[in-house]
């Protein structure tokens, strides 16, 4: 038998924050009746679930993170942040900020959360495994340095890549992040930073508002490292690999990282309550597969995902599945159930999602310059 090539990050305790009563993503209150909020643990669980039935599980290397140390997480998050949320914790909750409710013992398990994207990130660059899925919980990419957002605690990618930086020696990490909301987060946090490439799918206006559009391209040192490609409700297989393609690995190959991260959220699944995308959990397999490419030719192989949304009970564990028979090369041997989804009218890239697609190239091509080369710091008077 040979050795797993691809790591899997998995905790259960991670399945028991308790994002309370609610109704969609809405806390319960008022005339909203209590019931699940979106943000629970079926979709996570069924996908690992997924996994160990077809026996895929018995394929990885199953890692079991330890908690973010206090000096991981304060490379992205204060102080201050960090006593507030660990203060209510303790207790019987909170809400870390916007619409990020949480009950007790949270902060642990955000602690887990991020400490498993880093586990996955130190699993490749150990050399133990080529790649590694961090399924983890809560999700990270709206978390802002100092304020929990959209079900987000602790910022896990971020706090990732900053590991890896200050404390593996890696220089340049590129982020693609494929959650059908904006990675407003992430893009705050690296926003004038040169040595990361921050770039985000979403669909257009969707959430946060005002967040992710197309002239957002980072400030300062950091002009031109964060990339937004923001799609039309609506856009199915065929725009999503026109924009991996056109957009997604050309400012890869020019930003040259030396890690990739994914920010892997399935709530672009066609059936997710809370997104308007179309894809079919095999378009999950091909936008991976390209990432995989890139990352051969780049980066030595060196990919990593982290999990972030997705709402469908139902349909995420055939998402997840599919990434992870890319990133393993291995298949899991059963037909996905939904592969009808792939067949429905709109997968196709129409006119106008070509014109969102194209925006953004050139976008690339334009601050290729800049990705590649940052302006000089100019010296204070
Ligand atoms: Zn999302």
New binding site residues.
């Given amino acids: 038998m040979t050795a797993p090539s691809t790591a899997l990050v998995w905790h259960e305790r991670m399945m028991w924050h308790d994002t309370g009563s609610g109704a969609s993503e809405l806390p319960a209150g008022g005339w909203l009746e209590p019931g699940e909020h979106s943000e629970n643990p079926a979709t996570k669980r069924r996908f690992k679930n997924l996994l160990d039935a077809t026996g895929l599980t018995d394929e990885l290397l199953l890692l079991r993170p330890t908690p973010a140390s206090h000096e991981a997480l304060t490379r992205v998050h204060p102080d201050e942040y960090l006593t507030r949320i660990k203060d209510l914790s303790s207790g019987r909750g909170g809400d870390a900020g916007s619409e990020s409710p949480f009950g007790n013992g949270s902060y642990e398990i955000a602690q887990l959360a991020a400490g498993g994207t880093i586990a996955a990130i130190d699993a490749v660059l150990d050399g133990t495994v080529a790649n590694a899925y961090a399924l983890v919980r809560p999700?990270g990419?709206?978390a802002l340095a100092d304020l929990g957002m959209?079900?987000c605690i602790f910022a896990n990618v971020a706090i990732g890549v900053r590991h890896a930086q200050a404390a593996r020696g890696i220089g340049r990490v590129a982020i693609v992040d494929w959650?059908?909301?904006h990675g407003n987060g992430t893009q705050a946090i690296f926003w004038e930073d040169p040595s990361v490439l921050a770039i985000s799918l979403h669909q257009d206006g969707l959430?946060p508002s005002r967040s992710g559009l197309l002239e957002q391209v980072g400030e300062g040192a950091g002009l031109g490292t964060t990339l937004n490609v923001p799609l039309p409700a609506g856009s199915g297989r065929g725009a999503y690999l026109a924009a991996l393609d056109q957009v997604v690995v050309p400012a890869l190959e020019a930003f040259a990282p030396e890690l990739i991260v994914i920010a892997c959220?399935f709530?672009a699944g066609a059936l997710d309550p809370?997104?308007r995308m179309l894809l079919p959990a095999a378009a999950f397999g091909e936008m991976t597969r390209r990432l995989l490419d890139a990352a051969d030719r780049i980066c030595g192989g060196r990919l990593v995902a982290s999990h972030?949304?997705?709402?469908s009970a139902g349909h995420v564990p055939f998402c997840g599945l599919a990434v992870v028979e890319a990133m393993s090369g291995l298949s899991a041997g059963i037909d996905d159930p939904f592969a009808y989804l792939a067949g429905v009218p709109g997968q196709e890239i129409t006119a106008h999602q070509q014109d969102a697609v194209d925006a953004a190239a050139a976008l690339v091509a334009g601050v290729r310059g800049q990705v590649l080369h940052p302006p000089p710091e100019v010296p204070e008077t």
């Fill in positions: 999700p990419h709206h959209g079900f959650d059908v909301h959430y959220g709530d809370l997104g972030e949304g997705g709402y």
